[in-house]
C-alpha cells in the first residue's frame, strides 16, 4: 500500500476526507452494504453486522481510554475524546434486545484484523484518530441513515438501535462540524499528519473486507 502524499499544509480533515474518499466509496458501494440497505437481506444480516462490530467498538473504545488516561498521548486524543461517542454500551444493549447472545459470537477473520489494528494504535496516537475518525463520524452521518432502512425495511424496533442515538449530541451537523475542527486543531506534526491519513484508508479497508465476508 502506497502513502498518502500530503499536499501544501493542508487541514487534517480535508486531507483525511480527500485521502480517503476512494476507500469510502468502495466500503459504502459493497454488495453487503448495497443488499442490506436496500431490503434484499433481513434482519438476520443486521444483526450479524452489529455483533461483529461489537469486537471493533470493545476494542476502539478500550484503546481510546488508555490513551486518554496516558500524559503523553492525551494532548492528540483528548480533543476528540468524548463520552457521548461511546458506543458499547448501546451497542451491548441492542444485541441482547435483538436476541444475540455476544458471548456465543466469535470475530469473523477480517474483524479479528481490524482489532489488532487498533490495537496497534497504543503506542501511536495519530492513527488511533484515524479509526476513531472513520467510526464515529459514520455513525453520526450513515449511521443514522442505516437505522431508519433497518425499521423501514426489516421493522426492527428502534428501541433496538439505540446505537445510532447519541444521547446528549442534538444538532449532529454542529457536532460533526466542531469535531473536524478539533482535528484540524490537533498538536500532530507532518510525519504523525501522514501516519493519520494511512491508517484512516486501512480503517476503511478493514470495513470494505468484514463487508465482503459477510456477504460471502
Do not use: C, W
Not at 20 to 41: N, V
Not at 176 to 183: C, E, F, I, N
Not at 190 to 209: G, S
Amino acid at each position: 500500500m502506497s502513502s498518502v502524499t500530503l499536499g501544501e499544509q493542508p487541514s487534517i480533515s480535508a486531507s483525511l476526507r480527500d485521502a480517503t474518499a476512494q476507500a469510502h466509496e468502495r466500503a459504502e458501494g459493497s454488495d453487503f452494504i448495497g443488499d442490506l440497505m436496500s431490503g434484499r437481506l433481513d434482519a438476520r444480516a443486521y444483526r450479524t453486522l452489529a455483533a461483529q462490530l461489537y469486537f471493533v467498538y470493545r476494542a476502539l473504545e478500550a484503546v481510546g481510554d488508555d490513551l486518554n488516561s496516558s500524559d503523553e498521548a492525551r494532548p492528540v486524543v483528548a480533543p476528540i475524546f468524548d463520552e457521548r461517542l461511546r458506543r458499547l454500551p448501546s451497542l451491548a444493549a441492542d444485541l441482547d434486545s435483538l436476541g444475540v447472545d455476544i458471548d456465543a459470537v466469535e470475530p469473523l477473520p477480517a474483524v479479528a484484523r481490524y482489532v489488532e489494528a487498533i490495537d496497534d494504535t497504543r503506542n501511536d496516537p495519530a492513527r488511533f484518530v484515524a479509526h476513531h475518525y472513520t467510526r464515529y463520524l459514520g455513525d453520526l452521518s450513515g449511521g443514522q441513515v442505516i437505522k431508519s432502512r433497518m425499521i423501514a425495511h426489516y421493522g426492527i424496533d428502534k428501541n433496538s438501535l439505540t446505537f445510532y442515538a447519541f444521547d446528549g449530541i442534538d444538532k449532529l451537523k454542529r457536532y460533526k462540524d466542531g469535531y473536524r475542527d478539533a482535528l484540524d486543531g490537533l498538536p500532530i506534526d507532518d510525519a504523525a499528519h501522514r501516519r493519520l491519513l494511512d491508517e484512516a484508508v486501512r480503517a476503511f479497508e478493514y470495513n470494505e473486507a468484514l463487508f465482503a465476508e459477510l456477504a460471502a
